[in-house]
């Protein structure tokens, strides 16, 4: 189940700076990336430890380094005296729990974003942590997996696009851009299992159909928790006066914040439609319920002078006229047919039936 609320206890009575890694306990070990480029040239290699950067930094050339891993607090404490990194920057790149924001600092912007993908056999969203620190010439970004979502970026690199006569700030903004538009993928995948289950709501609603209603709406506070400060972030970045970012760079920022708040605006749509289908869902069991209720009541109903009628001839007088007649159980028959046959026509006339 999407956990709202992660546990961060252990951090408790820690002095600042602290690194403790905060999210789900992994064993491979971290892989390092470097891609070092301008204009007219490109260099892409796996490296050992984020030291392997520290030669290409005079240079004139752009250098983005990707570290696949942050549970392994060793190698995220060298950054602190390698590039000067604050020890509350590092302490919130092995937090996973962490909110989703932007800190600025002397020589470095620090941003954190969460990226989603939903698993459709669960149908929970599962979310990993990215941080990014943005330098005058240089790039460093943290994931918890190795996974694709800047696979787009890493090929228009290669290609040789309009990316590579860029600073690193318009990188920044691209791995930023490929963050929020794979958001777009996850609530395609959540509206097509809403629309799933409209139809199954008004056509054949099953036991399973709260616990999916109640799934989606888990997920869509979760979305937005997260999803919320990110107009935050990206209205931050397209403002901030600061010489990490060029003016230009800022126009392309504030075309990922329209983006952000489509994505608020599709939520808050989705909200509304699933607090709707599970208004929709109870008013349907009660409707059900009210019917086996009317069928039973009705039966209770008819039985009630056939009771009468049987209590009355199974009491033992010695003297009762019918006991004694030749008809007598024909007649009684008759008569509880008549009965029934009448209360069932003065039941379809009302509509009750």
């Not at 306990?25 to 796996?46: F, G, Q």
């Not at 969203?125 to 010439?137: P, T």
């Not at 209590?311 to 006229?321: H, T, W």
Request: charged share 25%.
């Amino acid at each position: 189940m999407t956990k709202l609320i992660v546990k961060t206890s252990k951090k408790a009575g820690l002095s600042p700076g602290s690194l403790v890694h905060i999210g789900e306990k992994r064993l491979e070990s971290i892989r390092i990336s470097l891609v070092d480029y301008d204009e007219s040239h490109l260099t892409e290699m796996p490296v050992e430890s984020p030291e392997a950067m520290l030669p290409f930094l005079p240079e004139p050339s752009m250098t983005w380094l990707n570290i696949c891993g942050v549970h392994d607090t060793r190698i995220i404490e060298d950054l602190e005296k390698q590039f000067r990194i604050h020890p509350l920057t590092l302490e919130d790149i092995v937090n996973t729990a962490q909110r989703p924001k932007v800190e600025s600092y002397d020589h470095y912007l620090f941003v954190v974003l969460k990226t989603f993908r939903y698993d459709s056999r669960s149908n929970e969203v599962v979310s990993e942590q990215i941080s990014l620190i943005l330098g005058k010439n240089y790039l460093i970004t943290f994931q918890e997996t190795a996974s694709d979502i800047f696979a787009n970026v890493v090929d228009r690199l290669q290609k040789g696009t309009r990316i590579r006569k860029r600073g690193a700030d318009y990188l920044a903004y691209a791995l930023i851009d490929a963050v929020v538009d794979s958001y777009f993928a996850v609530l395609e995948a959540l509206g097509e299992k809403i629309e799933t289950l409209e139809e199954e709501l008004l056509e054949s609603p099953g036991s399973g159909t709260m616990e999916q209603i109640h799934k989606l709406k888990r997920n869509m506070i979760f979305l937005r928790k997260q999803i919320w400060p990110i107009r935050e972030i990206l209205g931050f970045l397209t403002k901030e006066d600061s010489h990490l970012i060029e003016d230009s760079t800022g126009l392309y920022f504030r075309d990922v914040h329209d983006h952000t708040i489509q994505l608020i605006d599709t939520i808050e749509s989705f909200r509304d439609i699933l607090s709707g289908m599970l208004d929709v869902y109870l008013s349907t069991i009660s409707n059900k319920m009210n019917e086996v209720m009317k069928v039973l009541t009705i039966i209770a109903t008819i039985f009630i002078p056939i009771t009468f009628f049987a209590g009355v001839y199974g009491m033992n007088f010695r003297v009762m006229p019918e006991l004694d007649w030749k008809w007598g159980y024909p007649a009684f028959w008759l008569l509880v047919a008549l009965v029934t046959y009448l209360m069932i026509t003065y039941f379809r006339k009302k509509n009750w039936l």
